[in-house]
């Protein structure tokens, strides 16, 4: 049986040896893959919003 892990996250395999790897895993970071724009009421755009962990940049963005 192979474990699909939501592909938004980073995932950390802290499997011990008793369980053999790749068994338990923990969420980590998020990816950013569902950012979306933010504009204010001007319609400018002002910041980006990741839907999956609520995290905002302003404008000029960097995203990790």
Do not use: K, Y
């Not at 950012?35 to 995203?63: N, Y």
């Amino acid at each position: 049986m192979s474990l699909e892990l939501d592909p938004r996250w980073n995932w950390v395999d802290i499997s011990t040896l008793e369980e053999g790897r790749g068994t338990t895993f923990v969420r980590a970071e998020c990816n950013h893959l569902e950012v979306e724009p933010v504009h204010d009421i001007s319609g400018e755009l002002v910041a980006r919003w990741c839907r999956t962990c609520d995290r905002q940049w302003t404008i000029p963005i960097e995203i990790r």
